[in-house]
């Protein structure tokens, strides 16, 4: 394991597209919260899907978070003691892991297609997706064999009936019964690419990062994920989730939002404007004056940071 101790935070982007502006506010966040307290931070470039993630966009984003003034500490481009950096780079390491659980027999394949599982009517997770019904868990090795004849299978792993409880560190305490609220999830797809809960929770661990900043549509996640460092035997960070960023109109930001894009954003600000704006948005300064991400360092605290989703004020960018 890496890490010369102390905190460690870290930036996991997917760039499948330039970053926006909800991207570059978790970034600015996950900085300060890591050097508010003496820490380092590390770039991981999460393209699991390399198809979505091609190396020219992460290659980007690493550019971006420079002129910014958010250049990680360790990884990307640069590497470090930890590498490779990049997930798609990755994979025997999460086969190391994903053959624990499967050992124990937690694992099983899945043959549900997207469509079933929407048309089974079984209730809706926190993040939207369904709560897996347990369709697959029970078959028959002669059954799931003749099946695999046909369709390659996805891989979930099985969990208990167990309440995951724990205090977000700046949204408060969160939990979820993992069978309940969660259901059986996937470790890999049918493509056999390892899936984000378990690359993530491998990474955050091997990397030494001490703390997770990031969106809170990923606060349903962490259940699953805690989960996963126990069974691995693997240390877990503390987790800070972000109110998201929404548009003037209410609307969240997406990549395809070509108004909130860096692009964009570059051709009509200085790197110290967006800052400044930003750090006003999430309550750090009371003014969007110019500023650069160490001015925010010494007074930066989380208590200062919205807990609802915060909408950009009219005009701001
Ligand atoms: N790669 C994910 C994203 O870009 C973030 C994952 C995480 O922070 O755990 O949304």
Known sequence: MSGAGGVCGRYAPSPSGRMHLGNLCCCLLAWLSAKSKGGRVILRIEDLDAERCPRRFADLLEDDLAWLGLAADEGGRAGGPAGPYYQSERAEIYKHYYDILAARSLVYPCFCSRNQLHAASAPHRADGQVVYPGTCRGLAPAAAAAKAARRAPAWRVQV??????????????????????????????????????LAVVVDDALMGV????????????????????????????????????????????????????????????????????????????????????????????????????????????
């Open 160 to 197: 208990p009936e167990e309440e995951i409880a724990f205090t977000d560190g700046h949204l408060g305490p969160y939990r979820e019964n993992l069978a309940r609220d969660c259901g059986d999830f996937i470790l890999r797809r049918a493509d056999g690419v390892f899936a984000y809960q």
């Open 210 to 317: 001490t703390e997770v900043v990031r969106g809170a549509d990923l606060l349903a996640s962490t259940p699953r994920q805690l989960w996963l460092y126990r069974e691995l035997g693997l240390p877990a960070p503390r987790f800070y989730h972000l109110p998201l960023l929404l548009a003037a109109d209410g609307r969240r930001l997406s990549k395809r939002d070509g108004d909130q894009s860096l692009e964009n954003l570059q051709a009509r600000y200085t790197a110290e404007e967006i800052i400044g704006r930003l750090a006003f948005v999430c309550g750090l300064r009371p003014a969007p004056d110019p500023c650069r991400p160490q001015e925010l360092v010494a007074d930066f605290d989380w208590d200062k940071v919205p807990t609802q989703d915060i909408r950009l004020p009219e005009g701001l960018f």
